[in-house]
C-alpha cells in the first residue's frame, strides 16, 4: 500500500509569504482599498478571487482582476529572488528516500508551482503536483487535497499534509488527511494547533531532524 505526504509550496517550502502580501496590499491600495497586512497576511494560502472575496466580500469581478493583476505584476518579478525554507529540498529528498510518495498542492499557477519546486533542488521527486487550475475550490475546502490524493493513488488514512496556514490544517481535516505545520509562514504555533495540526514544527528543516518521531514517524512505521 502506498504512504505518502502532500506538501504545499508557499510559506512552507519556499519563503514567499511576506511578498505575496505586499504585492497582495498594493493591489487593493491600487483599487482604493486599506486592507491591513495582518488580515492580508492571515488570508494567504487561499486561491486569488477566494482570497479577495474573503478580504473584500464586496469587490466586483472587474475590481478582483485589477487587484489580481496587480499582484502578479509585482509578485513574479520577485521570483528570481526568492529562497526555499531551510530544509526543503533535504526533507523532500528524505521523504522519497524512505520510499513514501511525494506530492504537492498548492493554489498557485501550474507555471509559478513548478518554478518554485525547482529552487528546493529536489523537483525530480515531486510524483504529482495538483495547482490552481487542477481544482474549481482552493484550500481551506478540501478538494486540493482530495485531488492530490488521487492523482498519487493514496488513500487518507495512508498520507499526511504538510503546510504552513489554517487554511491547509483545514483542508486536510475536512479531507481525513492528518496534518502537520511548519512555523515558516508566520503562523503561530498555538493557531496551527487549533486549526487541526497534530505536531508544529518550526520549518522543514526542523521536521528533518525529527522525521521518525510524531506524525511522520507514525507514517513511516505502517
Excluded at 493513488?153 to 486536510?172: C, F
Aim: charge should be negative; glycine fraction near 8%; charged fraction near 30%.
Amino acid at each position: 500500500m502506498r504512504r505518502g505526504v502532500i506538501f504545499d509550496i508557499d510559506g512552507t517550502l519556499v519563503d514567499t509569504n511576506y511578498l505575496h502580501v505586499v504585492a497582495w496590499w498594493e493591489g487593493f491600495r491600487r483599487q482604493g482599498h486599506h486592507i491591513p497586512m495582518v488580515d492580508i497576511h492571515g488570508a494567504i494560502g487561499r486561491a486569488d478571487r477566494a482570497l479577495i472575496d474573503y478580504l473584500l466580500p464586496r469587490a466586483t469581478d472587474e475590481e478582483a482582476e485589477a487587484i489580481s493583476e496587480t499582484h502578479a505584476r509585482l509578485y513574479k518579478p520577485r521570483l528570481d529572488e526568492v529562497r526555499p525554507v531551510p530544509g526543503a529540498g533535504e526533507l523532500l529528498k528524505a521523504v522519497a528516500d524512505r520510499g513514501l510518495t511525494v506530492v504537492v498542492a498548492t493554489s498557485a499557477p501550474k507555471d509559478d508551482a513548478e518554478r518554485l519546486i525547482a529552487l528546493t533542488g529536489a523537483q525530480d521527486v515531486v510524483s504529482e503536483l495538483v495547482h490552481a487550475d487542477d481544482v474549481d475550490k482552493s484550500k481551506p475546502h478540501p478538494e486540493p487535497v482530495r485531488q492530490a490524493l488521487k492523482k498519487a493513488g493514496l488513500r487518507a488514512q495512508d498520507a499526511i499534509m504538510l503546510g504552513d496556514t489554517l487554511w491547509d490544517m483545514l483542508a486536510a481535516r475536512s479531507a481525513k488527511v492528518g496534518c502537520v505545520g511548519v512555523r515558516s509562514g508566520g503562523i503561530d504555533t498555538a493557531s496551527l494547533l487549533d486549526a487541526g495540526a497534530e505536531a508544529v514544527y518550526k520549518d522543514c528543516q526542523d521536521l528533518l531532524q525529527h522525521l521518525e518521531d510524531g506524525p511522520t514517524g507514525r507514517l513511516l512505521r505502517n
